[in-house]
């Protein structure tokens, strides 16, 4: 199993609508999580971070953490043609040696919003 | 602008040169990450920094790779007898402490031919 897992996607939504965002991970004593927006050929952009459970909401986004079930995800509400991206799940995995942890990333979900 | 500065944007080298990268992290932070990207994938992590000390290095990562940051400020990454499958965009992150957000410069996107 992948330590931090984005299978669903591509991901096509017409404006305005909702997009909905799903991330697993594998290890139970991550304490941080992080979603991130790359658009092609830039580096990725931090958008949302969420340490506790429930949602978090920051104008269009909110971020939902469910550490019972290891399960974060990303809304985006009134989707516009510029949240076309790709969205970056990050987790924080603690390492086995030390009190350290280690920022690791899936591969992302591509999401186009249709005009 | 006091984000993370990465230098060069650019870099194109002919197979079997040695390349070195530069990453200037936010000033306060003092966790610096590495990680490569290749087209379709996410960051995949190469080694990170807590001050000047290299806390920990990819298993992928081969011999060939090198880091370091002197004094826990900048950092440098070393690739060398560079080969095809090198190609690809290198990213610098930093964060203040464990745990805390972080936020990536450009990236370097290397070439090699």
């Known amino acids: 199993q992948k330590e931090v897992e984005q299978n669903s996607g591509p991901l096509s939504v017409p404006e305005g609508a909702i997009a909905s965002l799903n991330c697993t991970y594998s290890?139970?004593?991550?304490?941080?999580f992080f979603w991130y927006r790359q658009y092609s050929g830039k580096s990725p952009e931090l958008i949302m971070s969420i340490y506790s459970n429930g949602d978090k909401e920051d104008g269009r986004f909110t971020a939902q953490l469910n550490k019972a079930s290891q399960y974060v995800s990303l809304l985006i509400r009134d989707s516009q043609p510029s949240d076309s991206a790709t969205y970056l799940c990050?987790?924080?995995?603690?390492?086995?040696?030390?009190?350290?942890?280690?920022?690791?990333f899936g591969k992302g979900i591509t999401l186009s919003v249709r005009p | 602008d006091t984000g993370v500065s990465q230098d060069p944007r650019h870099k194109i080298t002919k197979r079997g040169q040695n390349v070195t990268f530069r990453c200037d992290p936010i000033?306060?932070?003092?966790?610096l990450y590495w990680y490569r990207q290749t087209l379709g994938q996410g960051p995949e992590f190469l080694t990170y920094f807590q001050n000047e000390a290299q806390l920990e290095k990819s298993r992928l990562l081969s011999d060939r790779f090198s880091a370091e940051r002197p004094k826990g400020s900048f950092s440098t990454l070393e690739i060398q007898r560079t080969e095809q499958g090198d190609s690809a965009m290198y990213l610098c992150?930093?964060?203040?402490?464990?745990?805390?957000?972080?936020?990536f410069g450009q990236g370097t996107r290397l070439t090699v031919v």
């Open positions: 992150a930093s964060s203040y402490i464990m745990n805390t957000e972080a936020f």
């Open positions: 990050a987790v924080n995995i603690p390492l086995t040696t030390g009190a350290n942890s280690k920022l690791t």
């Open positions: 000033s306060e932070h003092n966790r």
């Open positions: 290890d139970r004593g991550s304490q941080s």
